[in-house]
């Protein structure tokens, strides 16, 4: 998982040359790069996607090569550096990106957890799961495609949802069950997010906490760009279960990768597969009709 750093040619030299203007075939060859990776992370549904997904994206775009290279786990560097991409894209202009949503600000006008005044009886059931990300942009973001609809389970950002309000607990422990996912980045602080939400919880019976990632070993098997914080990191006492020694080192290093970097179309994907659960088997004719004769209601004859 050591990354290697790699530099688009032509393109961090240009950018750093003119950066308001962005004349030059570097920054010609940024712009095409963008405009790809804004197709590629709509995808086919139109999903909408934020800035920083958009820059991962555009890292791909001018790497291709790390996509066609053998399916070895590693954690490359980003060819591209975040103050140049940001620099291209306001050239560009944001607005002209189709998909692109607006930054999230910093902090929002009221906790996202809290209940709705127009709504009394907002948490007045059960609710069986709930899914609470680290990151205000993701939840935004997760929001914007409707996955808080199709999964059936609320979306909140933990910035915002810690503590929990009494009123959600309290529908939490009421649906017998329940499920709380929690999806943060592979650092030190997303890592022990999934503890914090525990504790936030409280002695709640039958509620489980549910880490659905990252972790250091998803970034290396999806080959996720990789950034480079202080090291060495604060530690983690103790370590989740399931972590590798070579992950803690790893975050020790000061390593980290974000949610971010994890191509749209396939973070919605996996974030309803692993919310909604199992999808009960589909319907077919002769299961219909196999299902009219138990009925007692114009069932088949018996002869």
Not at 11 to 19: F, L, V
Not at 53 to 62: G, I, P
Not at 74 to 95: I, M, S, V
């Amino acid at each position: 998982m050591t990354p290697r750093r790699l530099q688009a040619p032509g393109i961090g030299t240009s950018m750093a040359r003119d950066p308001r203007t962005g004349h030059g075939p570097g920054a010609r060859l940024l712009d095409r790069a963008i405009t790809g990776a804004a197709a590629r992370a709509a995808g086919p549904g139109g999903i909408k996607f934020t800035e920083r997904q958009l820059y991962y994206e555009t890292c791909r775009v001018l790497s291709p090569a790390a996509t066609l290279l053998p399916r070895i786990p590693r954690t490359p560097a980003p060819p591209l550096r975040l103050p140049t991409f940001t620099r291209a894209l306001e050239a560009r202009g944001r607005e002209t990106v189709d998909g692109l949503l607006s930054p999230v600000g910093s902090a929002p006008s009221r906790p996202l957890s809290a209940p709705d005044a127009t709504e009394p009886d907002l948490y007045a059931y059960g609710l069986p799961r709930l899914l609470v990300c680290q990151d205000r942009s993701i939840t935004r973001m997760l929001l914007a495609n409707h996955v808080h609809l199709e999964a059936a389970c609320p979306v909140l950002a933990a910035p915002d949802t810690l503590p929990l309000d009494p009123l959600l607990v309290a529908a939490l422990e009421r649906a017998e069950g329940a499920t709380v996912h929690v999806l943060h980045d592979a650092s030190p602080e997303g890592i022990g997010l999934p503890a914090r939400v525990r504790a936030a919880l409280g002695p709640v019976p039958g509620v489980r906490v549910a880490s659905i990632g990252l972790v250091p070993r998803h970034a290396a098997t999806l080959r996720l760009p990789t950034g480079r914080g202080p090291a060495p990191a604060p530690p983690l006492e103790p370590w989740p279960p399931g972590l590798r020694p070579e992950e803690a080192a790893w975050l020790a290093g000061g390593r980290f990768t974000q949610v971010a970097a994890v191509s749209p179309p396939r973070l919605v994907r996996t974030v309803l597969r692993l919310t909604r659960g199992p999808r009960p088997p589909r319907n077919s004719m002769w299961s219909e009709l196999r299902g009219l004769r138990t009925t007692g209601f114009l069932t088949w004859p018996a002869s």
